[in-house]
C-alpha cells in the first residue's frame, strides 16, 4: 500500500469528520486496503458533468464532505462572477441512497454563504430542476443525481441560469474554484437556514402546464383515449409526474408497473435502472403482454430519459433504441407543424454528433436546419441558447435522451412520455402501428442502423487503459474497417478534420473533446470516446442501406446486423 495513501487517509481520522466517518475510514486501513486504495487515490474529479461516483468515505467518493467541497467552489464562483445579483439557487434530487441528504447538504452550504436556496420538498424529475432555474429566476441550480448509473453511484450535476448544464467559460471557472477547495475547513456548512426555501407543487403545476400545451394532435388522443399503455418510473422520479402528464393529456389506460412503482435507491428489481438495457425493460414487457398494451415507456431514475417497447408485424413486444425513437419523435413533430401551416424556415432540430443521420436527413426534407453538436446534452441547450432568432422544435440523443420545446434545457422523459404516446395514438388513428411507421421511414430515407459498444474498465487501472486505448486509436488510425477504406478521421480533441485520401486537414469548429470519428467510403460510421460519466469507453457505429421495399425489411436488417458485426472484428471489438 502507498504511504501517501495511508497517511492521507489518516487526515479523516480527525474530530472534524464524524463519528461514522471516522470509524469506517479506520476499518479500510485495518481491513480493506484495496478499497482504501480506490477511495483516497485521487480527488473525485468535478468535471464538466459535475460530480458522479461510488458512494462512500473518502476524497475519491461521493459524501458529504465531497458534496460539500463542490457545493462551496460553485458558491465561490457565482459570488465572484455575479458580485451584484442577490444570488438564487434551486436544488432538487432523485430516488438514490443518500440523494435527499446530499441535496440538504447542498442547500445549507448554499445558504451558510448567503445565497438563496429553494429546496424542492421531496424527489423530482431532472427536466423540472432545469425548468425551474428559469422559472424562479435562478442563476443556478443543482440535481443531485447519477442518472442511470448503478445503485452505488451517486451524482451531483450543475446548471447555469440557462437552465442547461454549464459549458465554456462557465466549465474551467466552476472546475478551478472547486479544485481550489482544497481543505474541507473552507466550507460554510452551517448558518442562514433562512435563507432556504421549500418548494413543491406551486412549480409542478406550471411545469405540467407547459407539457399539456405541446400537444399537437388533441383530436386523435380523443379518438383513441384508451390505447393501452404501460408505465414503469423503474423506482426513479418519473413516478411524480409522467404519470399525471399523460392524464393531462387525455390517456384514460395507462397501467404503471406496480413492482417498480416505488421509489427505491436499490432499484431492487433490476440490475440496472437504465431503461437503455433489456433486462431493465422486462418486468413492464411482461405486464403488456399480459394486458395486451400497445405501448410501453420506462424512465430512468431522475426521468430524463425514457425507453419504448412496441408490437412488431408480428405482435410481439420489441425495443426501439434511442436512434428509432428520436427520429419517429422528430419525424412526427414535424409532419405536425407542417400540416398545421406553422413551417416558416426559421425553425431547427438538433442532434449530436453519435446520433443517427436519419434524423438530419429527415429534418432536411422538411426544409428544417439540423446543427450537429458534440456528445451532451448541455450542447442541445448551447444551441437554443446561442439561436435566439431561430425557433427550436425538436432534439436528441441516441442515448434515449429527448427534448420537445425549449422551456426546459435538458433531456425531458416527462414531455417525451406524452409526445410518444400521442404520436402513438395519431397513428392507431389511421390504422398505423409505430413499428410500421418506423419501417416507411427507412423505405423514404434509407434504412439506417445503429449499433453501440460499451468496454467498462473501472477503478485506477482502468482509466489508464482507456487513455491508452484513446492514444492508440488517434495514433495509429485504422486506414480500413470491414474491407473499406477510412476516407475521412475526425479528430475533436486535436480540433482536426482530416481527408484520409489526399491527407489535407481542416479546423473542426465544435469545442475540443477527447472523441475520435472515423468515416469509410461504404458509408460507415465509428466513434470512439470515453465516456465523460462513467468509467467505460464507447464505440458507437452507423451502417446505411436502402431498403427496396417493406417486405425486404427484416431480411435488411439481419444484413445490417451482420455488417456492424463485421465492422467490429475489423476493429478487434
Not at 451517486?154 to 465554456?168: E, M
Request: glycine letters at 8%; charged letters at 25%; aromatic letters at 8%.
Amino acid at each position: 500500500m502507498n504511504t501517501d495513501i495511508i497517511e492521507k487517509a489518516k487526515t479523516w481520522l480527525s474530530d472534524y469528520f464524524d463519528k461514522e466517518t471516522r470509524d469506517e475510514v479506520q476499518r479500510l486501513i485495518n481491513e480493506d486496503p484495496n478499497e482504501l486504495n480506490e477511495s483516497f487515490y485521487r480527488t473525485l474529479e468535478f468535471g464538466t458533468g459535475g460530480l458522479r461516483g461510488i458512494m462512500g468515505v473518502g476524497t475519491n467518493r461521493m459524501n458529504r464532505y465531497t458534496v460539500g467541497a463542490a457545493t462551496q467552489g460553485l458558491a465561490n464562483y457565482l459570488k465572484k462572477n455575479l458580485p451584484d445579483k442577490e444570488l438564487k439557487v434551486v436544488v432538487s434530487h432523485d430516488s438514490r441512497n443518500n440523494s435527499r441528504f446530499f441535496a440538504e447538504v447542498t442547500a445549507r452550504v448554499m445558504a451558510a454563504n448567503g445565497i438563496l436556496c429553494y429546496l424542492f420538498e421531496d424527489l423530482r424529475p431532472t427536466p423540472e430542476l432545469s425548468f425551474a432555474v428559469r422559472h424562479l429566476g435562478c442563476h443556478a441550480g443543482v440535481m443531485v443525481t447519477a442518472s442511470h448509473n448503478p445503485k452505488e453511484y451517486n451524482g451531483y450535476k450543475v446548471y447555469w441560469g440557462d437552465g442547461g448544464q454549464f459549458v465554456p467559460p462557465h466549465d474551467k471557472g466552476i472546475i478551478n474554484e472547486v479544485n481550489a477547495v482544497t481543505s474541507y475547513d473552507q466550507i460554510l456548512w452551517d448558518g442562514g437556514d433562512d435563507r432556504i426555501r421549500i418548494i413543491g407543487r406551486e412549480v409542478d403545476d406550471v411545469y405540467l402546464a407547459r407539457i399539456k400545451a405541446l400537444t399537437l394532435n388533441p383530436e386523435a388522443i380523443a379518438h383513441q383515449h384508451d390505447l393501452k399503455i404501460v408505465y414503469t418510473p423503474l423506482h426513479g422520479t418519473g413516478i411524480t409526474m409522467v404519470p399525471k402528464a399523460l392524464e393531462m393529456y387525455g390517456f384514460t389506460n395507462v397501467t404503471v408497473l406496480e413492482s417498480q412503482k416505488t421509489p427505491d435507491g436499490n432499484f431492487p428489481t433490476v440490475a440496472s435502472p437504465n431503461p437503455e438495457e433489456r433486462t431493465a425493460m422486462e418486468l413492464a414487457m411482461r405486464k403488456a403482454d399480459e394486458i395486451q398494451a400497445d405501448l410501453v415507456l420506462a424512465t430512468d431514475p431522475d426521468a430524463d430519459r425514457v425507453g419504448i417497447a412496441v408490437r412488431d408485424d408480428h405482435g410481439q413486444m420489441i425495443l426501439l433504441n434511442g436512434n428509432m425513437t428520436g427520429s419517429l419523435l422528430v419525424y412526427y413533430i414535424l409532419s405536425q407543424w407542417k400540416n398545421s401551416g406553422k413551417l416558416t424556415g426559421k425553425e431547427f432540430t438538433v442532434k449530436t454528433i453519435v446520433t443517427t443521420e436519419l434524423i438530419r436527413d429527415i429534418s432536411a426534407s422538411f426544409g428544417v436546419e439540423c446543427p450537429d453538436v458534440l456528445t451532451g446534452f448541455k450542447y442541445i441547450a448551447e444551441q437554443i441558447q446561442n439561436s435566439p432568432d431561430k425557433q427550436f422544435i425538436v432534439g436528441g440523443e441516441e442515448s434515449y435522451g429527448y427534448l420537445v420545446g425549449d422551456f426546459v434545457r435538458d433531456k425531458d422523459a416527462v414531455s417525451a412520455c406524452c409526445m410518444i404516446a400521442e404520436m402513438a395514438a395519431v397513428l392507431a388513428d389511421s390504422g398505423k402501428s409505430l413499428y410500421r411507421q418506423l419501417q416507411e421511414l427507412y423505405l423514404q430515407y434509407g434504412f439506417y442502423k445503429e449499433s453501440l459498444l460499451s468496454i467498462t474498465r473501472k477503478g485506477q487501472a482502468g482509466a489508464a487503459e482507456i487513455q491508452q486505448m484513446m492514444s492508440d486509436f488517434r495514433n495509429q488510425p485504422p486506414k480500413e474497417v470491414n474491407g473499406s477504406p477510412v476516407v475521412r478521421m475526425m479528430d475533436y480533441k486535436q480540433s482536426i478534420a482530416q481527408d484520409c485520401q489526399n491527407g489535407t486537414t481542416s479546423p473542426i469548429t465544435l469545442p475540443k473533446s477527447d472523441v475520435l470519428q472515423f468515416f469509410t467510403a461504404d458509408g460507415t460510421k465509428i466513434t470512439v470516446r470515453p465516456s465523460g460519466t462513467e468509467p467505460k469507453i464507447k464505440f458507437y457505429f452507423g451502417v446505411k442501406e436502402q431498403l427496396a421495399d417493406l417486405q425486404s425489411f427484416e431480411r435488411t436488417s439481419q444484413e445490417l446486423d451482420a455488417k456492424i458485426e463485421k465492422v467490429k472484428a475489423s476493429m478487434k471489438l
